[in-house]
Every structure is written in C-alpha cells, then in structure tokens.
C-alpha cells in the first residue's frame, strides 16, 4: 500500500514538473523543425530557422535593441543599488521600511499599473515613445532585483571588519573600495544578472512605452505571431530562453542558487 | 551622527531618491491625477477635473461585470495554483542538496523564459497540428482536432503555470522553516504521516500559503499579456479593457479610473484574506 | 609612544548610564588593563579610545592632545578585536600589511616589516593563507601582528582572548605581553578574567558599573584592595566583619572578630571603633601552633581535593571561612580549631555604604 502511494506521489510530481517544462521543451524542439510548418513533435531537424532569424532586419535590430537596453538597466541599477543599500544601513530604524517599500514599488504593484503610471508621466514630459523613457522605465523596475540582492549580500559583511580597516588608517572611501566592496561583489553580480534578464524578456512596459520605429525582442515576437506562425519565431523565442539559461548558469557558478535568493 | 556623515549619507541616497521620486512617485500620482481629468477629442485627456469616470467604471453593468468577472477569475487561478504548487513544494523542501538546484531551475523555468515565449509554447502545444490534439486523435478519443485555443481554460492554464513558481518558493519557504523534530514528535505520538500533514505540517506552513496566494492573485488580476495572446476576444479581462482604453480608444481618463478601481478591488480582497487568514496564522506567526 | 590620559569620560545608551565617570592616566609603555564583569563599561572605554563610539562628554589624551575630534583612521592606534576581524578576502601577509598599505608604504619596507611582524608572532610560514584556513589562535596572532606592525601610539585590546580555549589564552598572553614589551608600546587591555589581568599588567582598573573601583598594580589590588567588590574579583576571599579596637602607626590594627582580638594591616583612614571588612584570603589562613594567637573555629565541612583538603569553618559568631588544610591532618566535622591569620596578609577593607 506504502509503495502503491510512492508510485502515485511519484507519477504527480513527474506530471507537474512536466506540466512546468512543457512550453520551454516544446519551443526549443519547434525551433529546430525539419518542416515547414510549425509542429510538434518536429519532422526532422534543421537550424534553418535560426538563420532565417539572423538574416531577418526586424529580429536583428530587435534584439541589438534588447540587449543595449539590458545591458544599460544591468550596470546603471547596479550602481544605484550600492550607493541605496549603503543609504539603507545608515538609516535608522523608522525609515528603513519606507525606503525598502519605495525602492520595491514597482514589484509590489502590478507591472500594468506602473506602465501606466509612466506612459502617462512620460508623454507629459516630452519624453513619451522615447527610448530615454523606455530605458528609465526599464531601470526602474529593474532596480527591486538589484536592490534586494545587494542589500542582502551587505548585511552579510561584518562590522567589526569595517571598524578594523578605519582603525588601521584606511578612510571611508578606502575602506568602502577595500573591504566592502570586494565582498558584495557575488550579491552585485547576482542582482545586475537578474537585471539583466527581468529588462530583457520585459513586455508589458515596453508594450506601452514603445519608441517609434524600435521594437525589444518580445515585441518584435509578438508581431511577428500576429502574421506568421512559423518556426523562425521559435527560433527567436530559444535564443531569448538561451540567455535566460546562461543568466542562470552564471549566479549557480558564482554563487549558489540558494545563496542568491 | 557626525556633520560629514550627514552629507555622505545624503550623498549616497540623493540618486537613488531623486530618480524614484521623479519616474516612480509622480507617474504614480499622474495616475491617480489621471483618474479625475475630463476625455477629450483628439487628445488623450482633456483640461477639466470630474469624478465622473469613476461613476462610469463602477456605475457600468458592463465594466462591474467584467471587474467581477476578473475577481472570480483570478480567484480561481489562485486556488488552482495553490492546489498544484503544494505537492511540488513539499518536494522541492525535503530534496536533497545535490538535486536541489536541478529542481530549482525546474520551478522557476516559467519565469525565466519570458511571457512570449511561455505563451509561444502553450500556442503550439494546443494548436489544431499540436502534441495534445495528435495525442487525443492518436487514442481515438476524438474524430477531428479541437479548436483549443482563445477560450477562458486555456488562458486559466497559462497563467496557472506562470505563477506556480511564486506559489511554490514562498511556501518551500515556510515548509523549510518548520523544525524537523515537530514530525517526529508526532510521529512518536501515533499520528499517521496523513495527521501530522494536516495536523502540523499544513498549519505551520500557513504564512507561506498566504504570502503565496496574496502574490497569485494579484499577479493574476493584472495579467495582460495572456489573455490577449491566448484568449483573443473571448477572454475580457479587466486589464485588457484597460489597455484598450488607453491604447485604442485613447481615453487616458477613463482608463485610469479603471485602473484605479482595479487595484481597490484588488486591495480589498486580499485585505480581506489576510484578515480571515490572520486568525489562523497568529497562533503561527513566531514561525513565520 | 605617548601616554594617555582620560578625564571626565561620560557615556549612556537610552536610559543607562554605561560610563559615569572616569578618570584615569596611563604612562608611556605601560601595560593597563581594564578589569570587571560584562556590563561594566570597559569595552565602551576602549571603544571610546579607538574612536567607534563618541562619549556625551569628558577628554581623551594622547601624547598630551586631545584625540576626540579624530576620526579612528586618523588616530593612529592598532586595535585587536575580540573576534580578530580578519579581512576573510585577503592573505595573511595582505591583512597585517593593510595598514602600511593604507600609508603608503613602499613595497619592500612593507614586505620587510610585514615579514618582521609575522617573525614576531611566529606565523611566518602561513603568510599565503586565507584566514579561514587558520584556527582561532593563528587569527588572533595575525590581527596582533596588524595591529602593531603600523607602530602605533596606543595598543587597544578588547577581550582579544575570550573566544579561544583555556589553554591557548595562557600561551598567547604572553606572546602579548612579550611583542608589547620588544615594541615599547603604551598597551590598553580590555579582560573580565582575573588571572589573566594580573600575569600580564603594569597596572589594573578594576571597574564596575561605570565607574573605576581602584586602580593599581596587580599586588595593590590583590592584597591592598579598598573593598569587598574588588576584593571578590580579584580571587578567592573570606571577609569578615570586625570592628577596630586599636589604631597604631602606619597602618597596624588591632581588630576584634568573635571576641578574639588580631593584629592586622590597612588603609591609614581608620578609625577606632569602626565596622569594617576583614579580608583574609585562603593563602592567610592556617591551622595554629599551639599557643599562637588565634581565632576559634568549628569545622563544618571539608572536601578532598587532592591537592589538599578545602575546609569550610565557622566562627564563634557563624561568620564562614574557606582554606586550604594538608592532607595529612585528621578532621572531621565539628571539630574544634585554631585558625592563625597572617598579619601582614590580613588586611581592612571599608565596609559598603
């Protein structure tokens, strides 16, 4: 009976792991379809489509675009996330939890009402359907990952090390570069990298602040599905699922998947 | 605090308050600003302030009706994911080191691979030449393929399976936190594994299902993206009607109001959860 | 090497007063130590020395000038932390060179001194480890080795022993006290254990509550102490109460204890007829020879030790004592005895307010 109850616990567990896999599989195998038509399971394998992706202009400049504003969200939010968890810990107590709320705003409420907010803030400033507003916006709600690992990884450092370093000469600045810094380096790493990929998949708040003539990769996708259901658009959906894959390959290297949340 | 400290301390806090000030609080208060403003022909949003759109987003049977509409359905998607998201956690919380982190990956894979692509997949896989149509046809259980796509199941499926992760971690979570030698304990008392699953297991991992369920369903009422994909015109939600409003119909006021309305509702039922829950979860809160 | 002089030195936390007051001068190369129980105020003291904590008022001196308005990175003092605060990313040679580094010292007087610094500690061979390859004696060695190899003013010690095992704090306490005296260095020590205060000291300030208690050399404050409180921190004590019959010149006493009179020694301020505390340390304390003054006792009850046998005894008038009896000697409770106290260990002591 005890063995009867493993098999089905066993089975469940398979069928909803399975259930979690079953898009990501199903892309990844589509995108390297034999056919023409997009199917699954594919009839033969072919990275043809890869390379109607690569010689496509939209996907191109799509994802240049992507990657351009990932990388800007990836180093900016990472330099305000040291200078804000180092603001953090000098506050007292009181205005701790308002600035913590501030800083994960835009991951406390719904991504829509954000976008909203900025399309709407935006377009009075001049700056709506721009790529500066579209970059903000990106930092913006890009900051919360950053943010919360650096924090993290700065409570971990020991006080007394700092009160060592002041008491052998080393000033504020030099012992910041000199002891600190070092050891928030795997909590920078982890949030520009979550950064980094949050920027990069991001739909909706591009959706919104699209600029004119330029598309993000999810957008570009997201067009190209309203006319053609073909494998090309798989191919571009694998390679957004590569990066993803790489992001997470880099913090499990670096730091341990379970340090980092 | 010394003089210097002061300024270093402003100095360290001015970027990170000026830029949330300037593109996170005022877009919010634009929002709500938004709300109160006339439409206008031609312009997104008109010089006059009125409450009268407000009027409209609950006083419309049509607009209630899909706010209602939008509760139930988010409600179910919280309740489905919880029922699915349990049994893997338990899983992910008693697996061993090694494996941890493969299973990790396993949970959070929906997340990481963007909601294109996500509902890219579920679009082949319930397409009239996709897997699950060849596999019905295959054991004979239909004539001809079905039209699985743009209805309500599907959007529902979707959107359980992008949220089972933040259903999952959190009560991982709690189930990680509860001490070891409280099942044991019961054990040693004559419960069966199914007791002390009821009796301390579930109980104790309560804060977790909370924060779960609050984050679902809030993540569900704002879903955009898969309705639109996977439901089409079939599938009203409020935040599609949102986005037209501002999109297509170019009334920045109405919508607003409609978004506004949209997060009260939203507040007010998990309020309300949280009170009910709060009951259950004082005699735990020490764990959480 | 400078000396130091605190005057005035105040400091509280929400509602407690944790320094009320306190006064002290330590001189150049001197070994001072700072001695009580936790909650004392001492490690605040040193903590206001570095410079981590800034008093509500009183002066701090080094070298005759004040150091308050400094911040610790420019006071120029080595502080050894209680849990050795190794930079976990940097080497052994990279920790004790961090200060030279930090001055600018050119790369081979660094390597030089650094190379000095571990000699001294007798760690040269580890000087490529990360500290967390090294056990809880070879850190707290590489921090000593830090903190003096900047030659600074002041050496600051906070309990730089309390996390290691019994055995390593008496080895390393006198590595400390040797590398102070080879440097010449004006020390400030920061220890709740006793023994260790008084191997190691020039001098002791034993604290309590926030304030100095006495201040002296560790035989000042063994056998001198000025109360019971100092006296109970310093050792094993008996105290009995007595009162003065009989004031001689240059502190000789006549007390009288159980309706037995002794002769004894004490402070000069003494007057007859006084209650006061009679200090006899177990060392004091014997059996008598027959016909020698002594003080009437019943054993009450004696525990083999085996080093000897640890008596406890009553007085005529129920006041208890505690020595040390040979084990040859045939007791058994209830006996009657004759105890000899040591004039020149016995000492008087102001009863507390």
Known sequence: MDRALRYVWGLLLALLYGFLLLPLVVVVFASVSGGQVLRFPPEGFSLKWYARFFSDDTFISALWLSLRLALVSALVVSLLAVTSALFYRRLSARWRGPFRALVL??????????????????????????????????????????????????????????????????????????????????????????????????????????????????LALFDYLKYDFDPTAAAAATISVAFALVVVLLVERSVGLRRAF | ???????????????????????????????????????????????????????????????LGVLGYTLAVGTLIAVL????????????????????????????????????????GWMIVLSFSGPLNQMLLGLGLIQQPLRLLFNLPVVVLALVHVFLPFMVLPITNALRNIDPALEEASNSLGATPWETFCRVTLPLSLPGVLAGVTLVFALAMSAFVTPALLGGQNVVLMPTIIIQQLIGAFAWPFGAALAMVLSLAMLAEIGLLTLTMRRLTRRIGRWS | ???????????????????????????????????????????TTLRCVAGFIAPDAGDI???????????????????????????????????????????????????????????????????????????????????????????????????????????????????????????????????????????ISDRIAVMRQGRIAQVGTPRDIYQRPVDEYVAAFTGECNTLVVRVTFKGDGGRYRVAVADTELPVGGPLDLSVGADCRLLVRPESLALAEAGAAALPV????????????????????????????????????????????????????????
């Open chain 1, 105 to 218: 705003l835009p991951l406390l409420l719904p991504e829509i009402l954000t976008a909203i907010g900025l399309l709407f803030f935006l377009y009075r400033l001049g700056l709506g359907s721009s790529l500066f507003g579209l970059q903000i916006s990106h930092i913006v709600v890009t900051l919360p990952f950053s943010f919360l690992a650096v924090t993290a990884a700065l409570q971990q450092v020991d006080p007394t090390l700092e009160e060592a370093s002041a008491s052998l000469g080393a000033g504020a600045l030099e012992t910041f570069a000199r002891v600190v810094l070092p050891m928030l380096r795997p909590g920078l790493f982890t949030g520009a990298l979550f950064a980094f990929i949050v920027s990069f998949d991001m739909f909706t708040m591009s959706f919104l602040l699209k600029p004119v003539g330029g598309n993000t990769l999810p």
């Open chain 2, 1 to 63: 605090m010394t003089r210097s400290s002061i300024w270093g301390t402003g100095l360290l806090g001015a970027p990170v308050l000026m830029l949330l000030f300037v593109f996170l609080v005022l877009p919010y208060g634009d929002m709500i600003a938004m709300s109160f403003r006339t439409p206008a022909n031609g312009a997104p949003y008109g010089d006059a302030w009125t409450v009268a759109n407000y009027f409209r987003a609950v006083g419309d049977p049509f607009y």
């Open chain 2, 81 to 120: 994911t919880l029922m699915l998201s349990y049994p893997i956690a338990l899983h992910l919380a008693r697996v061993g080191d090694r494996w941890h982190v493969l299973f990790y990956i396993c949970v959070v894979s929906p997340l990481l691979i963007g909601v294109l692509v996500r509902n890219f």
């Open chain 3, 1 to 43: 090497m400078a000396h130091l002089e605190i005057a005035g030195l105040r400091k509280a936390y929400k509602s407690s007063q944790v320094i009320a007051g306190i006064d002290l001068s330590v001189a150049s190369g001197e070994f001072f130590t700072l001695l009580g129980p936790s909650g004392c105020g001492k490690t």
């Open chain 3, 61 to 199: 001196r080094v070298g005759g000038a004040s150091v308050l308005a400094m911040p610790p990175a420019r006071r120029d003092f080595g502080v050894v932390f209680q849990n050795y605060a190794l930079f976990p990313h940097l080497t052994v040679a990279e920790n004790v060179g961090y200060g030279l580094r930090s001055r600018r010292v050119p790369r081979d007087d660094m390597a030089r001194r650094v190379g000095e610094a571990l000699d001294m500690v007798q760690l040269s061979e580890l000087k490529d480890r990360l500290p967390r390859e090294l056990s809880g004696g070879q850190q707290q060695r590489v921090a000593l080795a830090r903190a003096i190899v900047i030659q600074p003013r002041l050496l600051l010690l906070d309990e730089p022993l309390a996390n290691l095992d019994a055995r390593l704090r008496q080895d390393l306490r006198w590595l400390i006290r040797k590398v102070q005296q080879a440097q010449g260095a004006t020390a400030i020590y920061v220890t709740h254990d006793h023994a260790e205060a008084m191997a």
């Open chain 3, 298 to 353: 019943r054993l009450d009850s004696q525990i083999y030790t085996g080093a000897g046998q640890r008596c406890e005894v009553l007085t005529a008038d129920g006041q208890r004592l505690v020595f040390q009896v040979p084990v040859r000697r045939q007791l058994a409770p209830g006996d009657a005895l004759a105890l000899a106290i040591d004039p020149d260990q016995a000492w008087l002591m102001k009863s507390a307010p």
